[in-house]
C-alpha cells in the first residue's frame, strides 16, 4: 500500500541457521579425526614426491624432450625426405603382359617401421638420424616407390599395393633386413631385403636376398638420403630387371 516492503523472519531463524553451522562444523571435524592418519600419509606422501621430482628436474626435462621427439611434436621445421622410383627402366613388351603382381607392405623388424632415417655407428648399434625424418613410415614408402617403379616401366595396369585389385595375381612379398646408414668408417648407405615371389596359389615360386649399397658423399642429411635412394634404386633395377 505505498510502504516499504518487509520481510519478516521468524524468531529463532537466526539460531536455526547457527545449529546448521555447528552440526556441519562437527561432521567435518567428524571426518577429519576418523582420516587423520591417511591424510596426514598422503601429505608425506606428496611431500616426498615433490622433493623427488625437484631433484630429478633435468631428467624429468630429458623425457618429456624423449616423448616430444618420438611423437614428433615440435618437429614443425624438421625436413621430410622421400625415397626416389625407379627411372629410365627397360621398355616393356608391347603385348599386354599375362600376369598380375600385387607388391604387400614389407615386414619388417620394430626398429625399420619408423619414419626415423636410422644410422649404424657399430653392428649392433642403431640411431636415429637428428633433425630429419622419411615423409611416412619406411615399409608404406618403400611398397610406395616399388609400385611406382613399375609405374614408370609402363606396367601400371598389372601392379597394385592392395590385395583383392585382382582376382589371380602373383604377390612379391618382402622383409627389410637392413635400411640405414653405416657410419663406423666412410658414411655408406646398405640395403638388405629378402624378397618372395609367390603364386595365385600362395606357394613360393622363387627367393633371393638383395643387398645392395653405396657411398654417401657428404656425413649430414642430405648426403645420407642421396646414398640411400641410389642404393634403393640399385635395389628395385635387381627385383625387376633379370
Do not use: C, H
Not at 143 to 163: C, H, M, P, W
Not at 206 to 213: I, L, Q, V
Request: glycine share 6%; aromatic share 6%; charged share 25%.
Amino acid at each position: 500500500n505505498g510502504g516499504v516492503p518487509t520481510l519478516v523472519a521468524p524468531p529463532g531463524v537466526g539460531q536455526d541457521w547457527t545449529q546448521s553451522a555447528r552440526d556441519a562444523f562437527q561432521q567435518v571435524e567428524s571426518i577429519l579425526n576418523e582420516n587423520a592418519k591417511p591424510l596426514n600419509q598422503a601429505i608425506e606422501n606428496i611431500e616426498v614426491f615433490t622433493d623427488a621430482l625437484a631433484r630429478n628436474s633435468d631428467k624429468v626435462d630429458g623425457i618429456l624432450e624423449g616423448i616430444a621427439k618420438m611423437t614428433g611434436a615440435g618437429a614443425g621445421n624438421m625436413p621430410l625426405y622421400s625415397l626416389k622410383p625407379a627411372a629410365d627402366l627397360p621398355a616393356p613388351p608391347e603385348e599386354t603382359p599375362d600376369w598380375r603382381l600385387v607388391v604387400p607392405e614389407p615386414t619388417t623388424l620394430l626398429a625399420f617401421n619408423t619414419d626415423k632415417i636410422l644410422t649404424k655407428p657399430a653392428p649392433d648399434e642403431s640411431l636415429p638420424l637428428e633433425g630429419a625424418r622419411w615423409s611416412d613410415s619406411l615399409p608404406i614408402l618403400m611398397q610406395a616407390k616399388l609400385v611406382e617403379s613399375f609405374e614408370n616401366a609402363g606396367y601400371a595396369d598389372a601392379v597394385t599395393r592392395t590385395i583383392g585389385d585382382f582376382a589371380s595375381a602373383y604377390q612379391l612379398s618382402m622383409d627389410i633386413r637392413e635400411f640405414d646408414i653405416s657410419t663406423s668408417g666412410d658414411p655408406e648407405a646398405k640395403i638388405v631385403v629378402l624378397a618372395k615371389l609367390l603364386s595365385p596359389e600362395s606357394e613360393i615360386i622363387a627367393s633371393r636376398k638383395f643387398e645392395t649399397s653405396a657411398p654417401a658423399k657428404g656425413s649430414d642429411a642430405r648426403a645420407y638420403v642421396d646414398a640411400l635412394s641410389a642404393a634403393f634404386d640399385t635395389l628395385v633395377r635387381e627385383i625387376m630387371v633379370p
